[in-house]
């Protein structure tokens, strides 16, 4: 056995450099992330008179320096963080308050769009607010979606379906957070809990749909129209950089440290940064110690073949977003030669820079956002990545955490603090 593979199995925080990553490798577009962009853009006025705080319609969150939050760490650490800091602020994405907010919000868009389109209800060039008519909700009113998940994701897509007028069911797992649930039952979404982990959650939810023909089950596990909805972010961030007079170059590359559960937020939108930045983006993926499912999945290259209950992990983490055990099999092929590694946290650690985040920043994020940050330090340990993080622009994903009720995340703080 490996050192990394007895580290992996026995919980402890991992470094995984992926020996097929490829930096200059092609991300082409046959996947349609282009066509997701103009989708979302199609549906900006109806999401803007639905949720009047998207400003313009079109659902993004703010990019952000982070040199306070980049001292604190230097302090705790204990040693320099190089180059410069940024966040990506998804945990104050608007309808969700998650990364779930990019690809579950397209694909619920993507099939009202198509059953409009089909019933001749609507057409391509029109004013899509079109779809708030009484005659459009009640087609949509006949439809169901479904999706399985540990918590954001059905917070995602049963918001946007339940206010177009769906009907939908979330089948979530044990780990999703109480007021989750709450949230989505007031909206009247059904609600179905399950004892078991997130992989059975869809699994059931899968399988309840399939019997159904007016049913559109969101699957976590194989869904390119999620993926391409993730993807989008790509290109709205080269904006953002831009608009601070930045463009990640061979010098000054772009490094990415991105929060992972099942893999397709994550994934999709490190295929859509490499898409827009090439050699000159890094993107690395966090897991929890004892969920490490996509890190395992591409490094034994077995993908969903494998899951971590197969090496003695348990899949029991404080970050519910990231509670996964078995990776989606779609990104650990999409991401083979696009990733440049994979690392694996602490929970306690979570808690501990998510107070850092708050006290240095007054940024509220939710305990799997902050896995970016722990991979951080890991990453700048790596001998081999050090002269290139040396000047780099590191970029933490922060993945969700805004509408975390004010009580829990103040319990989260005092963790964090303790
Ligand atoms: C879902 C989620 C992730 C990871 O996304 P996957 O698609 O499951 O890999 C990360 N952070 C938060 C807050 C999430 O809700």
């Not at 609507?122 to 008519?133: G, K, V």
């Not at 992990?313 to 970050?319: G, I, K, P, Q």
């Given at each position: 056995m490996t050192t990394l593979d007895t580290r992996l199995r026995s919980a402890q925080p991992c470094f995984w450099h992926n020996p097929g990553y490829h930096s200059g490798a092609a991300a082409d577009d046959h996947i349609g992330i282009r066509q997701a962009a103009e989708r979302l853009t199609r549906f900006a006025p109806c999401i803007r008179a639905l949720f009047p705080d998207t400003g313009d319609g079109i659902i993004e969150s703010p990019l952000s320096r982070a040199d306070d939050f980049a001292a604190a760490l230097e302090s705790v650490w204990g040693m320099p963080i190089t180059g410069t800091l940024w966040l990506k602020r998804d945990n104050e994405l608007p309808i969700s308050g998650s990364i779930k907010a990019r690809g579950g919000i397209h694909e619920v868009l993507k099939y009202a769009e198509e059953l409009a389109l089909n019933a001749g209800l609507?057409?391509?060039?029109?004013?899509?607010?079109?779809?708030?008519?009484e005659e459009v909700r009640a087609l949509f009113a006949r439809h169901t979606l479904a999706v399985g998940s540990t918590g954001n994701l059905g917070l995602s897509i049963g918001t946007m379906a339940a206010h177009l007028g769906f009907q939908v069911d979330v089948h979530m797992s044990a780990d999703a957070r109480q007021w989750k649930k709450d949230r989505l039952r007031q909206l009247g979404v059904r609600v179905h809990e399950y004892e078991d982990d997130y992989s059975r959650a869809v699994a059931e939810g899968r399988r309840l749909a399939e019997q159904d023909p007016d049913c559109h089950f969101v699957d976590d596990e194989h869904s390119l129209d999620l993926f391409t909805g993730y993807g989008v972010a790509g290109r709205r961030l080269k904006a953002q950089l831009a608009a601070q007079g930045i463009m990640p170059s061979a010098e000054h590359p772009l490094m990415v440290y991105l929060p992972c559960g099942v893999g397709g937020g994550p994934g999709g939108v490190a295929y859509g940064l490499k898409q827009e930045f090439g050699p000159h983006v890094h993107c690395f993926f966090v897991e929890p110690v004892q969920s490490p499912c996509v890190l395992l999945g591409m490094m034994t290259g077995k993908g969903a073949e494998v899951s971590v209950e197969d090496i003695g992990?348990?899949?029991?983490?404080?970050?519910d977003g990231l509670a996964v055990g078995r990776p989606s099999a779609l990104v650990c092929r999409l991401m083979q030669?696009?990733?440049a590694g994979a690392m694996t946290v602490e929970d306690l650690q979570l808690f501990r820079l998510l107070a850092l985040l708050q006290d240095s920043e007054g940024i509220q994020a939710e305990p799997s956002a902050m896995a970016g940050a722990g991979g951080l330090q890991l990453l700048l340990q790596q001998p081999q990545w050090q002269s290139r993080a040396a000047r780099a622009h590191h970029l933490l994903w922060l993945t969700g955490g805004s509408m975390v009720p004010a009580e829990e995340y103040q319990a989260y703080c005092h963790q964090g603090q303790a």
């Open positions: 609507l057409h391509l060039e029109q004013d899509y607010r079109r779809l708030l008519d992990l348990s899949n029991r983490t404080a970050a030669p696009l990733l």
